[in-house]
Structures are given as C-alpha cells and as structure tokens.
C-alpha cells in the first residue's frame, strides 16, 4: 500500500512584498505535493518559477503564507519559531551549491558542528562524525581545512555534516553546481548510494543530467506544479 510520507504540502502559498513596496510577489500558487519516505525527487524550473522557494519551505527555511506542511508527521507551518529550529536541525540535512564550510575548522570539525549545536556531548559527536567521514571516503581528510580540498572533498564533507544528525530527509540545491563534470558525477554517485540505504532525498536542480537520476521530477512555473513525472511517465499536474 502508500508508504509512509517523509513530507506532505496541501494548499502552499507564498506571497511576497516587492522590496519598493509596490506589488505583491505570489512565488507560490497553491502547491500539493507528497514525498513517500525513501523517495528521489528532483525540483526543476526556469529563474523565478518558485523552486528556491518551495526547497526553502520544504526545508523549513522560511514559512509559508497559506497551506499546510507536514514533515515527518508534523506540521511545522504553524508551530513556534523554536520548535521548528529543533525540528529543522534533527530531521534535514543541507547540502548546499557552495558548500558552506567553515574555512577555520577541520573535516572533522565542520561536520560535527551540527551536534555541537544540538548539546551532544564530545565524545558521541567525534564517533558520530567519523562514522559520515567514511561513508563519503574522506577518513584520510579529517584534518583537513576547507583551503587544502578539492570541490569535490569539499562537498562530500558537507554531505558527511548533512547526515550526522541521521535526518529524516536530504535536501541538495545545485549540489554540482560548483564543480566538473567528472566531480559531479561522483558526488551524485554518493548521493545515489545514501538513496540506496533508503535516505529520502530532495534535489533542485536545472540540469537534466542530474535531474535523470532521481525517481521523479517535479517541475514548477510561475509558482504552480506542472509537471510530476514518475517512472518516466509524464503527466499534467491538477494545478497547471
């Protein structure tokens, strides 16, 4: 039957004021989407057509307007600012374009910051850590700075940060966005692999080759659904 739902958006609007005041901006139009745990998604579209803010919701980066956003079986649309922080910390894991490392830490620094954050005491955070850093085979890193990586290292060990809290989601934007070709191709691969284990992941992405690897594509215009396209099968979305 339906598996369990990792994430689950009914009626999302996001409407922004211009910065000059002088219109409101609706980045999103009504949006019903539901992620089955253990699902590949990818968010496709042209600038301006919502995506940013959709991932931004989905990771509960910013709020929405009107709608309901249950994550993991909460609905954070509406809880405190606190709680979702706790929520957001413990249950997603960021992997961002520009990798968003802290240039003074170590490998093995960067990636334990979230735990830091959350009050794990020092010695479960380095076991924690060091269990993610060889998952994405930086071991031989881990007292490395940012400055003395690759891009590649770089981004395997903000995807080692990403999973040290063991979250209940991925969420990737453009995360080859900053490397080769030949790199990118790596990093999906461990992407892929995490999928495998039954990691749900949620990529944005403008690039079709990235795009082709997830098990279903979303694709937003001008703040509406679509496109949903499952298993190489394409259809019209409700809303489009």
Known sequence: M?????????????????PDGS??????????????????????????????????IL????????GSYKLDGVDVATIDDERLSHIRGRRIGFVFQAFNLISELTVLENVEVPLLYQGVPRRERRQRALEKIEIVGLTDRIRHRPSELSGGQQQRTAIARALVSNPAVLMADEPTGNLDSATGVAILDVIDALHAQGLTVVLVTHDERVSERSQRIIRLSDGLLVVDQLGGRTQLAASA
């Open 59 to 66: 990771g509960c980066l910013d709020r929405p307007t009107a």
């Open 2 to 18: 339906h598996r369990e739902l990792a994430a689950e958006l009914v009626g999302i609007r996001r409407r922004y004021n211009h």
């Open 23 to 56: 219109f409101m901006v609706d980045a999103l139009r009504g949006i019903d989407l539901a992620i089955p745990s253990g699902q590949y998604i990818a968010i496709m579209g042209a600038s301006g057509s919502g995506k940013s803010t959709l991932m931004n």
